[in-house]
Structure formats: C-alpha cells, structure tokens
C-alpha cells in the first residue's frame, strides 16, 4: 500500500532512542490504527507483548527475532513478524534510513 486515505494522523510522535526513532499514529475510520516510522542508523532492542507485522518500506536493516539466534537481512520492501516471546526483545542494526509501518 503506497498511501492511507482518509485516515487521522495524530501529530505528537513518539520519540525513541534520543530522537533516533520516531512514529506517528495513523488511525482509520474503521477504529483500527497503524503506526508509522522512521528509524535512522544505529541499533536498537525493541520490545512487544503481542505479536506484530513490520512492513519495512525502504532502507536495510538486520534484525534478530526472539525465536533466533541469527541475524536476519531485510531489504525495503519487505515485512517481517515479531512475535511475543519470553523477554519480550527483538533486535535491530539499521545501516540506512527506515521507513516502516507496524500493522
């Protein structure tokens, strides 16, 4: 999906990682709602406690998912699932700009 239409954008960002990471929230007419990001390079752990699709719609990153012990090569576009998992962690390595969305 290239765009959201007819959707309300919620104007204060959630700022990570000494301003590293941001996101706003897209919300639907349907009551649903995205998140939409930015990650600029460095590495980060994030944390979840339900699982979650990441759409990552352009840069490169590496991430390491819970359930693996493995770093994992993700080029945009391109998604992968976070699950929930026992320390609730999963890593990232971004070497660019990121823009993603979690659905």
């Not at 349907?30 to 460095?42: A, E, N, V």
């Not at 090569?73 to 391109?78: N, R």
Request: net charge negative; aromatic share 14%; with cysteine.
């Amino acid at each position: 999906m290239s765009q959201f239409n007819n959707v309300t954008l919620v104007k204060a960002a959630n700022v990570y990682f000494d301003g590293k990471v941001s996101s706003r929230t897209v919300q639907f007419n349907d009551g649903s709602h995205k998140t939409l990001g930015l990650m600029l390079p460095g590495e980060y752990e994030f944390g979840t406690q339900a699982k979650e699709l990441m759409e990552i719609m352009s840069g490169e990153l590496q991430i390491m998912l819970p359930e693996s012990h493995t770093w994992q090569s993700i080029v945009g576009p391109q998604s992968f699932e976070a699950r929930e998992s026992p320390d609730n962690c999963f890593y990232f390595q971004f070497s660019r700009h990121a823009w993603c969305y979690l659905i």
